[in-house]
């Protein structure tokens, strides 16, 4: 019988911690869009379904750790509304996870790494008053963000389209968004095992990296408080430029 290991390449434990620790900050309420970083850095040296099944693990720790540091503080109106839609684009994720090639996934990462990088340099930060609730939105982009993080734990950039324009205090937001997260990635455990993902391999890699996770989570909480984020938002988004690039192209030549 042939034993399959966990991973052994020491530039995919460079990378994964990095990875680590930027979607830990994300967690914790500091950097907004940071946890797209995490697959698709991971993916440049492993397939994208590989590194998303090593991550879920970690993720849900990291949950954890934001769930009682934000413990109180949520929106429970906007809860309600996404949740039940994100549950469907997992189950919509999940009936097409077969249907869908790691060369697709890559390019599907990449584009959204792009996008959002635009999103952030070009448009989308001057003043606007906040917008009402709009039940048919919130459920729309909730689905696409379940689907997405589902296939590749990129269901930040969907969420936000909606949340950010409702403008909520800041430590109210990521409170919500942290109750958001905890249960799509709880609920992600159940398709994730059916499929076979959690192999001994990938859950003794993700055992390697999860000391960092409530590591990184709690000081993103705690920058949250204490460090303007600008200089910090335009390194992390710059990033996402070259990552996005590669994974496309890698997409488009496998």
Do not use: C
């Not at 109106?77 to 869908?100: E, H």
């Not at 389209?161 to 205090?169: D, G, I, S, T, W």
Request: glycine share 8%; aromatic share 12%.
């Amino acid at each position: 019988m042939a034993f399959v290991l966990m991973i052994t390449d020491p530039v995919f434990y460079l990378l994964a911690t990095m990875a680590v620790i930027l979607i830990g900050l994300s967690k914790g309420g500091f950097g907004g869009a940071l946890s797209l970083l995490g697959v698709p850095m991971v993916a440049l040296i492993i397939p994208p379904v590989q590194a998303a099944a090593i991550f879920l693990p970690i993720l849900v720790v990291m949950d954890v750790a934001a769930l009682i540091t934000y413990r109180g503080l949520r929106d429970s109106k906007t809860v309600k509304l996404m949740l039940p839609a994100a549950i469907i684009g997992i189950t919509i994720g999940w009936l097409l996870a077969s249907y869908v090639t790691e060369s697709e996934i890559r390019i599907v990462v990449g584009a959204l790494s792009l996008l959002f990088a635009a999103q952030w340099f070009f448009g989308g930060r001057e003043a606007r008053p906040p917008q009402p609730q709009r039940p048919g939105m919130a459920r729309l982009w909730a689905a696409v963000s379940g689907f997405t993080s589902f296939m590749t734990h990129a269901g930040g950039p969907p969420f936000q389209m909606y949340a950010l324009p409702l403008k909520l205090e800041k430590r109210l937001y990521a409170g919500f968004s942290v109750i958001y997260f905890a249960v799509v990635n709880a609920v992600k455990l159940i398709p994730y095992f059916a499929l076979g993902q959690f192999s001994t391999a990938n859950l003794m890699t993700s055992a390697v990296l999860v000391p960092l996770a409530p590591l990184a989570t709690l000081t993103g909480a705690w920058l949250v408080k204490r460090v303007d984020q600008t200089l910090f938002y335009r390194v992390s988004y710059s990033v996402l430029l070259p990552v996005g690039l590669k994974l496309i192209y890698d997409g488009l030549t496998h």
